[in-house]
């Protein structure tokens, strides 16, 4: 039908079509087995290995977002909590202060009372030593005196209590 | 978009059988002062193809020496193979005279014709397959395993035909019947010829572009080698069968080795660097398998991809590698992938892996489509039926048809040179043509470089769009 000045290569040859065969045949086998299968094979594994990776990373950022909300809270209970003691602790020292101060104050009004006391008490003693001494003094001195002037020593006795009594001591 | 290519194939021999035509009409002139009949019946033969000679002795074609018997056409002196010993030979034949009186004759067979430059001739001879290896200017022999029916095996290399080793690849010595002719074993088929090593005189042509050996003064018809075309692009069952290595096997091979090599480096890759991000060759092949994997094999494959992604690899990159090595200037320029041989191998293989993967909806939708009524079933299911073949039949012409004419018009830019210098008589012309000619083949170049990639890219898409038709589970709609 179509007749070509040697346009040979429309007319397959016997020859090139077994050697196609067998070449094409061999290289779609050996690339089928040693590379093109391990390749997708490496390439699927390393797609899935690259999903699970993004999948595990967004699940630890969330778990992440999770520990933070659960630390941020964990913080403020604390610090709540803190606050609380704090305030226990003052409120703890302020009744302690006080009943300290109550007590010293009761205290100190028990020894200044006892104080005051004792201190009436030797007041007492040696107003009345005091009296006593002046009296003997002044009866002394009255001897002294009357021994040369005053006769009689009842007279004069009562005379000088008399004036002892009325010396105020202050 | 197939008839597009279609058409297109068809349109390209017809581009190129009137080319060739015009081309022969000025050999008239160039062999009127030769001495011989060429001038005379040029003009009964208008459409008669080729009239130039076949030798190569361009400085020894001024008519001497012609008894017969001690031709100069031997004298191929390396400077001539400038294409213009694509033609044949037109002189009157004492033999083979039966239809028009006129055929080619031994008696010129050393009687180079300086004839004119003829591009169609030179591109067919190009993008033909070889017995030999062309790198640059040198030709390299190759093996030739020939089988020939009643005769048997004959293996050899083809440095037994004693070609010029920057020649075209014509052979100056028959080797047990066989003949180099142009690069290609024909096979004398005359009885009575020698067998062994026999020097002959040169090769002739005739009208139809019958080769026949000159020995002793005498034609021998040859014979070329069989063809599976069944006769209809003019070849068909002969007396002989070529299995060598040819130029387009030996390409084959190195593709094959080439691409073996690399993608077991980068197989290798995954292993020693498993976990780490790739590199170096590792890391550019693999954008180029991510690209079939996902732009072709996932879209259509769907979850069944990674079974048949080897096979889509294997076809991309094993048309890619060779549409790419026949563009590497200097390698032989094989054209592997534009050899009909090849992609119908590889359709194939296509047709095959498609149709034998077939699930039941796959074959109920060609044979008895679902959901349309009786009487359009009858006419869709010759249609789905015709289409399982023509299918593998489109991807076979396309590619061949898309490599075989970027092949052909590098070829003729380049012929543009020695058509305008008028085969080196014009310096002017040629030096002129060489300029532009470069320019639009660097062009072409860049286009051919593209169309490479597109080319193996289309035939893996639609291999696997068929795949996935023929794989796909039923949808309920």
């Known amino acids: 039908m179509f007749f070509l000045l040697d346009f040979n290569v429309i007319k397959p040859d016997f020859g090139l079509i077994f050697w196609t065969t067998i070449i094409f045949g061999i290289f779609w086998f050996l690339m089928s087995k040693y590379a093109f299968r391990p390749i997708a094979n490496a390439l699927k594994d390393r797609e899935d290995e690259i999903q699970s990776s993004l999948d595990e990373a967004k699940k630890a950022r969330e778990e992440m977002a999770n520990l933070n909300a659960q630390n941020e809270k964990i913080l403020a209970e604390t610090r709540e909590e803190r606050a609380k003691i704090l305030k226990e602790a003052k409120d703890t020292r302020d009744s302690i202060v006080n009943e300290a101060k109550e007590k010293a104050k009761v205290e100190a009004q028990k020894i200044a009372t006892t104080a005051k006391l004792e201190i009436e008490n030797e007041k007492k003693a040696a107003i009345a030593s005091i009296k006593n001494q002046v009296g003997t003094m002044a009866i002394g001195i009255a001897e002294q005196i009357i021994k040369k002037d005053l006769a009689g020593n009842q007279e004069q006795e009562g005379l000088v209590s008399k004036l002892v009594d009325e010396i105020k001591l202050n | ?477």
């Open chain 2, 1 to 477: 978009m197939h008839k597009k290519y279609l058409t297109l194939v068809f349109a390209l021999f017809i581009c190129f059988s009137l080319s060739a035509q015009q081309g022969h009409s000025h050999e008239g002139h160039d062999h009127g002062t030769e001495g011989h009949s060429h001038g005379t019946h040029q003009t009964t033969k208008e459409k008669a193809n080729a009239h130039k000679g076949h030798k190569h002795d361009g400085h020894n074609h001024d008519g001497h020496n012609h008894d017969g018997h001690n031709h100069d056409g031997h004298n191929h002196d390396g400077h001539n193979h400038d294409g213009h010993n694509h033609g044949k030979d037109h002189s009157k034949s004492a033999k083979h005279d039966s239809d028009h009186g006129h055929g080619p004759s031994c008696a010129h067979a050393g009687h180079g014709h300086h004839g004119e430059f003829d591009p169609a001739a030179t591109a067919f001879h190009h993008i033909s397959d070889a017995n030999v290896y062309s790198i640059g200017p040198w030709q390299i022999p190759l093996p030739c395993m020939l089988y020939a029916p009643k005769k048997g095996w004959d293996v050899f290399l083809s440095s037994k035909f004693k070609f010029d080793s920057t020649g075209h690849g014509d052979g100056h010595q028959a080797y047990n019947g066989y003949i180099l002719d142009a690069g290609s074993v024909k096979r004398i088929t005359e009885p009575g010829f020698p067998d062994g090593e026999v020097p002959i005189d040169g090769i002739i042509h005739d009208d139809e572009d019958i080769a026949y050996a000159c020995y002793q003064g005498k034609m021998w018809k040859t014979d070329a080698k069989s063809t599976a075309d069944g006769g209809i692009f003019g070849g068909g069952i002969t007396s002989y069968y070529d299995f060598s290595i040819t130029k387009n096997v030996v390409s084959m091979l190195m593709v094959m080795l080439l691409l073996t090599w690399i993608f077991l480096k980068v197989a290798k890759g995954y292993v020693t660097r498993k976990g780490m991000a790739p590199k170096g060759i590792q890391s550019f092949f693999e954008s180029i398998f991510v690209f079939i994997q996902d732009e072709v094999a996932k879209p259509f494959l769907g979850a069944k991809y990674l079974k048949y992604q080897p096979f889509l690899m294997a076809l991309f990159f094993f048309i890619l590698g060779l549409n790419l090595w026949g563009q590497v200037p200097f390698l032989g320029g094989s054209n592997v992938t534009g050899n009909l041989a090849v992609t119908m191998v590889l359709a194939i293989f296509a047709f095959l892996v498609v149709n034998l993967s077939g699930n039941k909806h796959y074959w109920e939708h060609i044979f008895w489509m679902p959901g349309v009524p009786a009487w359009v079933k009858t006419i869709l299911t010759p249609v789905e039926f015709l289409g399982v073949f023509i299918k593998p039949l489109t991807l076979m012409l396309r590619l061949f048809a898309n490599i075989t004419a970027g092949h052909i018009v590098m070829i003729i830019f380049v012929s543009l040179i020695f058509m305008f210098s008028k085969n080196g008589t014009s310096v002017a012309g040629g030096y002129g043509t060489a300029v532009a000619s470069t320019a639009l083949t660097l062009f072409m170049s860049a286009i051919e470089l593209l169309v490479a990639f597109i080319q193996a890219f289309v035939f893996t898409i639609l291999t696997a769009s068929y795949l996935g038709a023929a794989v796909e589970e039923p949808h309920h709609h």
